[in-house]
């Protein structure tokens, strides 16, 4: 089994007259499969956010396709949300 750890960014989200509408969080290395969603408060868009993530990556490797991941090289510091999942 291998621990795979993604950024995920949470941003408040405004309706089309400029008023907020909630949260909304995404996971850049996965947004180009469906790696986002959105909550009401930016706790529940986490929790939603960390089950998106989770999904899409059983799905990748249930269809046998290469999870995205940082070079072994690079570290990172952040105080960003990140989402760990373990397959």
């Known amino acids: 089994m291998k621990t795979y750890n993604f950024k995920v960014v949470i941003e408040p989200d405004e309706d089309f007259d400029g008023n907020p509408s909630g949260w909304h969080a995404y996971c850049p290395a996965l947004k180009h499969v469906g790696g986002a969603t959105w909550g009401a408060t930016e706790t529940e868009a986490l929790k939603n956010i960390n ?4 999904m899409v990556i059983e799905s ?3 269809h046998g396709e290469s999870i995205p991941q940082q070079p072994a090289d690079e570290v ?3 105080l960003e949300p990140r989402v760990a999942v373990t397959v």
Do not use: L, P, Y
């Open 51 to 54: 089950d998106v993530v989770r």
């Open 76 to 78: 990172e510091v952040t």
């Open 60 to 62: 990748m490797v249930e």
